[in-house]
């Protein structure tokens, strides 16, 4: 039986990103074929027994009670996780030693260091490199990082630059969400079969468990991290053009993040309170429960590498208005209306089209159905542990 060691010691705060979708899958579904053990701060083992993940923990810090918000306190975070990250594994030797396989679950420092520096010292262990995210130029006019973000995104970017480098050089595995990333670390020491692209998948199951509610109480639903690169100050503006031709149109928001604050003002200001619903941050069947309540999702991601989050919307039917960044274009999915980014007017067009066009509503929700509920974890999990055992 193998042995995988996860680091996510990154992780503060109760949100859940599509990378750590991921590894708790990877964590669900292969805690019967391998030995796992995950090194990672208190609040990524609360989210994984949360989810009744039962494998070995070992914590590397304790709750960080407070979100880094500011660029200094987001610096002090990376340095004091990393230096827990490494701390830790010097402390735990004897439970690495034999471990076949190290994944850092994220380019995040906290994450990243600490598998790099197990890889230099057991080269024999394979690194697996989650990579799911590739930040923006700071210098470039489409950036989403600006004004006061955009010291946060050039740190972001800027300390890509190491690890991207480090990750093509020494990782034996990098995982990405999509095939255009792909292409970014494909190299003679990385061939293809070795940077594969995870895309995500959806908890079928869960989905199906949940009964459509006829009765609907909400026209639209976002879920996603309250982040810069998801649109959500831009979803504010798009609401705001919605309800001047459907008064009555009601959008519900799940999810946290360092820009809730700003979207709550945004709310005020624009006189959207009655329109707006922060549903704060839900998972399971909650989640979908309020799916069950829309009529369509939306994701205005500026930049994205693919989320699974609108996914799991989409496979409760619910047609996605989205913006067409490029992982869109490749995947080429069905049962969505895909506008230019930042295109905010033609936005609330494509959001009224679903609403008040029930054939074209009814195309959409077919389309969605049928293409969402092909990415069933369970199978895409066991595909991607079949390629580490057959390449080790």
């Known amino acids: 039986m193998k042995k995988i060691v996860f680091i996510a010691n990154n992780n503060v705060g109760t949100g859940f990103s599509g990378g750590d979708r991921i590894f708790i899958e990877f964590l669900k579904n292969w805690k019967d074929k391998a030995e796992l053990v995950l090194f990672g701060s208190e609040e990524a083992i609360e989210m994984t027994k949360k989810r009744s993940v039962d494998v070995k923990f070992i914590q590397t810090d304790k709750v960080n009670k407070s979100m880094p918000g500011g660029i200094f306190d987001f610096i002090s975070h990376v340095f004091r996780r990393t230096s827990k990250g490494l701390s830790s594994i010097k402390k735990n030797r004897e439970i690495l030693k034999n471990a076949d396989y190290v994944y850092s679950v994220s380019d995040f420092y906290p994450d990243f260091i600490p598998a790099f520096y197990l890889k230099l010292k057991n080269p024999k262990i394979k690194w697996i490199a989650g990579y799911y995210l590739f930040a923006p130029n700071p210098f470039s006019k489409d950036s989403p990082y600006k004004g006061k973000q955009w010291l946060r995104g050039f740190f972001y970017w800027f300390t890509q630059l190491f690890s991207h480098f480090l990750v093509k050089k020494f990782a034996d595995y990098v995982f990405v969400t999509n095939e255009p990333d792909r292409e970014k670390f494909i190299s003679k020491r990385l061939p293809a079969e070795k940077v594969i692209a995870i895309r995500g998948g959806v908890d079928i199951e869960m989905a199906e468990s949940v009964s459509e509610d006829n009765n609907k109480k909400y026209d639209a639903v976002f879920i996603g991290r309250f982040h810069p690169t998801k ?14 031709k459907k008064p009555n149109a009601k959008l519900a928001l799940i999810g946290v993040g360092e820009l809730e604050q700003e979207m709550r003002s945004k709310v005020k200001q624009f006189e959207l309170d009655e329109k707006i619903s922060f549903l704060g941050f839900l998972d399971g069947v909650e989640k979908y429960k309020v799916f069950s309540k829309s009529k369509i999702a939306l994701y205005p991601a500026v930049l994205d590498h693919w989320s699974m989050a609108p996914v799991e919307a989409m496979a409760m039917g619910l047609p996605l208005v989205t913006f067409d960044v490029e992982t ?63 390449g080790n």
């Open 231 to 244: 649109g959500v100050l831009e979803l504010i503006d798009v609401w705001r053009i919605v309800c001047k």
């Open 328 to 390: 869109l274009r490749y995947l080429n999915p069905k049962g969505m209306i895909r506008i230019q980014c930042y295109d905010l007017e033609k936005y609330a067009d494509g959001i009224l089209d679903l609403l008040e066009n029930e054939n074209l509503y009814k195309e959409k929700k077919k389309e969605a159905l049928y293409w969402a509920r092909k990415w069933d974890w369970r199978v895409r999990s066991k595909e991607v542990y079949n390629i580490l055992a057959k």
